[in-house]
C-alpha cells in the first residue's frame, strides 16, 4: 500500500514524500479512508505508530477540499493532554499541510498567552490545544468553538490519568452536536470507552497491535545493578559509540536531576526535563536534544510523554516503572515507525516485583546482560536485602505505633540472606547479549 493508494491531493502527497515517508504504517492505512469518508473514528494505537499523521492528513484534506467564504474560524480542534505533544502535533500539521493554505496554531498552558490570542485574533482553521489552556481562553473569549467540524480528541487515557477529564467534558459541551470526532488511546480501560461512547457517533473502530507487541522490534536488555551502582554502569554504558541519543528515564524529578548532575560531573553533557521545570527550559532541553547538540536527555514520565525524536537510538531505564504499560511507553520512544532501537534497562532488587509485572505484560522476559562490571556482588546483594528489610521493618513498626513500643528483636532482620551459601537475587538463568 502506498500513500497515493489512499486517494489523498497532490499537494498532501507532495508533503509526505518530503517528509520522506514511502509507505503509511497501518493505523493511516486504516484511519485516512474512514476519515475521509467522514466517519467517526475509535482509535486504539499509541505514540510512534504514525497516528498523528493518520488524523492530521485527512484533516488537512477534508478542510482544503471545503474551504469557507469569509473570516476564518476554528474548523478543527484537536485536544491533547500535554504541551510537548501540542507542539509536535502543531509541528505535524505545518510539515504535511505545507502546500496548502490552512492556518493552524497551538496554545498551551505555562507560557504567556499573548502570542497565542494575537494568533487567534488573526483567525485560525486547525487549533491544537492542551485541556487548562483552552478551557481559560474559552472564558476570557478568545476561543469559540461553536464552528468546529472536526474534534480530535488525542491520547485519551493519558487525560484520565492526568486528571483532565472534567476539563475535556466542558471541551466537549460547547461543541456542535453535528460534527465528526476522531477519538484516539493506546489504552481502552472501560471509563474510556465510556467517555468515548458519549462523544463519538457510530464510529468506525480502527486499531493497530495492542502496545506490548508494537515493542517486538526494539532490542530489549535488562542490566541487574545494586541500587549504588547504577550512576556507574550507565557512565560505562554511554562510553559506548554506537549510543547516538539516549533517552534516560528515572521515576523521579529529583532522581533525574540527580542523573543529570552525576553524568556533567563526568563529562557527559546532558539536560534534564521534569514538571518542575519552565516550559522553556523544558523546550529548549528538547530542542538540544534533537538537533543532537546534547547526546543525553534525562526525563521523567509525564515530561517525556510524547516526545517524539526522529531516529532516537537508546532508551534507557534508569528506573524500572511500577506500572507495565509505562515501561512499554517509555521504550515505545526508541524504535519509532518501523526504525530499530535498543531499550536498556536497570534493575536492582527493590525493582524485582516490577519487572516481574512488566515481563508478564509484555509476554516475555527482557534479555539478561549476563557480564558487565558492575554486576552485583554477593556483599552489596546482602546489605541491600538487609537495608529493605530494615525498611519494611520501620514502615511495619510506624503503622504498628500504638503496639507499645514492640522492638524487633532480631539483629539480623528476618528474611536477610545467611551468610555462607547464598542464592543471587538476580537468578542464575542469565546470558550473554
Ligand atoms: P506518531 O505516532 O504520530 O507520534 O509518529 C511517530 C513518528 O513516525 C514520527 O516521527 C513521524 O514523523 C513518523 N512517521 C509517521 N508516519 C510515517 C510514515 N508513514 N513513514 C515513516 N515515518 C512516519
Redo the contacts with the bound molecule.
Sequence with gaps: MTFENLSLIEPILRAVKE?G?T???PI?QQAIPVVLNQRDILGCAQ???????AFAIPVLQLLSQNMTKGPKHIRTLILTPTRELAIQINESFAAYGKHLSLSHAVIYGGVSQLAQTTALRRGLDILIATPGRLLDLMQQGHVHLNKIEIFVLDEADRMLDMGFINDVKKVVAKLPHKRQTLFFSATMPTDIIKLANTILTEPVEVAVTPPSSTVDKINQQLYYVSKADKKNLLQYILKDKAIKSALIFTRTKHGADKVMRELSKNGTKALAIHGNKSQNARQNALNDFKSGAIRVLVATDIAARGI?V?HLSHVINFDLPNIPETYVHRIGRTG??GADGVAISFCDIEEKAFLKDIQKDIGKAIPVVAEHPYLPSAESIKSELIALEMEKLAKKGKSNSGYGGKKFGSAKPAGAPATGKQKSWYGKKTYKN
Excluded: M
Design positions: 517528509e515517508y509507505h503509511p504504517t493511516q505514540t510512534g505508530t504514525g497516528k498523528t499523521a517524539d526522529d519509532r515507525a
